[in-house]
């Protein structure tokens, strides 16, 4: 399952499962089926399940915010790597 720091506390998403199914949905690079699966949902009916939840506007918009702070925290962590790739050559043109 997807571990993302900046997800907040999500209004109008009480049922765990749902939850679950937005971080796995983000984990699997969208892929509804997969993550009604590891959400808890029976395999035979994951991809109708998916398609039912992601109509749902709680978890349209859990999804939306999700994709959100994702993009923000690989922001981060390119930023960073330049950063050390900087301070390397720096040091190696130094010498």
């Known amino acids: ?16 499962r749902h939850r679950r199914f937005v971080l796995e949905y983000l984990a699997t690079n969208l892929h509804g089926a997969e993550a009604a699966r590891r959400a808890g949902y029976s395999p035979k ?8 939840l992601l109509a749902n506007p709680n978890i349209a ?5 999700g994709y959100r702070v ?23 043109s130094e010498i």
């Open 70 to 92: 994702a993009m923000e925290e690989a922001s981060a962590r390119s930023e960073s790597v330049v950063m050390d790739w900087k301070a390397l050559v720096q040091r190696d």
């Open 61 to 65: 918009r859990a999804v939306q915010e």
């Open 1 to 16: 399952m997807t571990k993302l720091k900046g997800l907040p506390a999500i209004s109008g998403l009480g049922n765990p």
């Open 45 to 52: 009916s994951a991809r109708v399940q998916a398609s039912t």
